[in-house]
C-alpha cells in the first residue's frame, strides 16, 4: 500500500513535534502572507544592514513571510544614504521612493503616518551619527535642531506612536551599540510601560516587544563587506540567548560585540522566528565551544536570504 501524501506529512509533523521543534513562529509562521517591517534610522550602518537583508527576504525567501520593508528617512540626503549603503553592500540593491516614509521624528502625526500599515517597528533606543561607528542609526546632523533632545523622550515618543499604530503586530528595540549601559533599564521600562498604556483597537493583535541587547563595544566595521560573503562574520561565529521578558534586574548582558552584519542578521532571522505577541530581550555575543551553531548549510534555494542564512536561523531557533 502507498502512503497518501497527507498521511506522510501528519506522520513528518508528529516526528518533528515530537523531538521538540514546532517550527517559526514569527512572520514564518504564516508564510503566504507578506509582513511590512518599518525601521527607524534606516540610512545609518546598522540600519541600512537591516533594511537591506529585510529586502532580499522579500523576493529570496518565499518563506519568510515578509514583504517589501519601508525605511524611515528625514531628508533626500538619508534617502540617497540609504540606497549608497545598500547599493554597496547589497550590490546594487535599490529602494524606491514607495519603499521610504519622509517624517519629522519630532512630529508624532508625521510618525503616525510613516508607521502606518506596517505590521512590525524596528526602533532604536538613541540615535547615534552615522560616521561615528558601525552601529549608528541614524545622523544626528540629519535630524534638525533637536538633535541633542533627551533619547529616551523620542524612544518613547517612537514606542507610544508604534502601540497606537493598530496594524502593528511586533516591535523589535535595539539597544544600540556604545550607549552607556545605565540607559538599559530606562529603555526597558519605557517598553514595558508603552506596551501598558497603549490604546488599540479591540481587533488589534497582542503586542510583544523583543529588546536586542548589545554589549556597549563597537567593533570596526567592514567597508569592503556584500551580502555574497555571507554570515556570520564574527571571529569564532556568534551565539544567541533569549532572556524571557523585559526586566533588566536578573538580566546578563552579552559577553562582547558582533559585527554588524551578524546583528542586523539576528534582528532579522528573529523577526521571521520568535512569536509576536511575546516579550522578550535577546542577546546576541561572540560564540564560545558549543554555543556556535555553524550548519546546517544553505541548501534550500527558497530559503536563502543571505549566504549563512540557515545558520543565524540555527542559531535563533537553538535559542528559542
Given amino acids: 500500500v502507498v502512503p497518501s501524501f497527507l498521511s506522510l506529512l501528519f506522520l513528518g509533523t508528529a516526528i518533528i513535534c515530537a523531538h521538540g521543534y514546532s517550527g517559526p513562529r514569527g512572520s514564518a509562521k504564516s508564510w503566504s502572507g507578506r509582513e511590512q517591517v518599518v525601521v527607524a534610522g534606516s540610512n545609518g550602518m546598522l540600519g541600512s544592514k537591516i533594511f537591506g537583508y529585510l529586502q532580499r527576504c522579500a523576493p529570496n525567501n518565499i518563506f519568510s513571510g515578509l514583504g517589501e520593508p519601508r525605511g524611515i528617512v528625514v531628508s533626500p540626503q538619508c534617502a540617497k544614504s540609504l540606497n549608497r549603503n545598500i547599493g554597496n553592500a547589497f550590490v546594487l540593491a535599490h529602494a524606491s521612493e514607495y519603499m521610504m516614509a519622509m517624517t519629522n521624528y519630532d512630529d508624532e502625526e508625521s510618525l503616525s503616518r510613516a508607521m502606518s500599515g506596517s505590521s512590525c517597528a524596528i526602533l532604536p533606543t538613541r540615535f547615534a551619527d552615522s560616521g561615528s561607528g558601525a552601529y549608528a542609526m541614524e545622523g544626528l546632523s540629519d535630524l534638525g535642531p533637536n538633535a541633542n533632545a533627551d ?149 534550500d534555494p527558497a530559503r536563502v536570504w543571505v549566504v549563512g542564512s540557515s545558520r543565524i536561523e540555527g542559531l535563533v531557533s537553538k535559542a528559542l
Fill in 151 to 299: 533619547h529616551s523622550g523620542r524612544l518613547a515618543s517612537l514606542l507610544r506612536i508604534a502601540c497606537a499604530t493598530d496594524s502593528m503586530k511586533h516591535l523589535v528595540v535595539v539597544e544600540t551599540p556604545g550607549t552607556p549601559k545605565t540607559d538599559r533599564t530606562a529603555a526597558l521600562e519605557a517598553c514595558r510601560t508603552a506596551l501598558a498604556s497603549s490604546s488599540r483597537g479591540v481587533d488589534a493583535p497582542q503586542l510583544g516587544v523583543t529588546f536586542v541587547v548589545s554589549s556597549g563595544a563597537e567593533p570596526p566595521a567592514d567597508p569592503h563587506w556584500t551580502f555574497k560573503r555571507g554570515v556570520p562574520t564574527t571571529p569564532g561565529g556568534c551565539a544567541v540567548r533569549v532572556h524571557d521578558g523585559l526586566e533588566a534586574s536578573d538580566l546578563e548582558g552579552p559577553s562582547g560585540p558582533v559585527t554588524q552584519e551578524d546583528l542586523a542578521a539576528v534582528i532579522v532571522q528573529s523577526i521571521q522566528t520568535l512569536p509576536w505577541d511575546e516579550s522578550r530581550c535577546l542577546i546576541v555575543e561572540p560564540g564560545t565551544a558549543g554555543t556556535s551553531v555553524q550548519e546546517p548549510a544553505d541548501d
